[in-house]
């Protein structure tokens, strides 16, 4: 089992940046690939990114690639993101999640574990 804690969120303008931290506990941390996603009431939850368990490989939605920087410590047990010059389209809930593999994907489906969310909102 693992425990995922997000942190981080917040009310920030356009522009400006925020970074989100997820903390694990649990199953081996450094062992899995993690991810980020997003959603918004009435959508879907979408991939923003999502790193390999060593962090040599990151994959980033083209919604976000260039503003947004996936990280992680595995000595600490917690990934980040880095989100820079955030627009109000970034506004949502944001969820770190675990996936059972070495390499990173982009669907939800691959993700086993995920924490409770963090809300971001952006405005105008």
């Known amino acids: 089992q693992v425990q995922l804690v997000e942190s981080g969120g917040g009310l920030v303008q356009a522009g400006g940046s925020l970074r989100l931290s997820c903390a694990a506990s649990?199953?081996?941390?450094?062992?899995?690939?993690m991810g980020w996603f997003r959603q918004v009431p009435g959508k879907e939850r979408e991939f923003v990114a999502a790193?390999?368990?060593?962090?040599?490989?990151?994959y980033y939605a083209d919604s976000v690639k260039g503003r947004f920087t996936i990280s992680r410590d595995n000595d600490k047990n917690t990934v980040y993101l880095q989100m820079n010059s955030l627009k109000p389209e970034d506004t949502a809930v944001y969820y770190c999640?675990?996936?059972?593999?070495?390499?990173?994907?982009?669907?939800?489906?691959?993700?086993?574990?995920w924490g409770q969310g963090t809300q971001v909102t952006v405005s105008s």
């Open positions: 999640a675990v996936q059972i593999a070495v390499v990173p994907g982009i669907d939800r489906g691959e993700y086993a574990y």
């Open positions: 649990g199953r081996t941390f450094s062992s899995y690939a």
């Open positions: 790193i390999s368990w060593r962090g040599t490989i990151t």
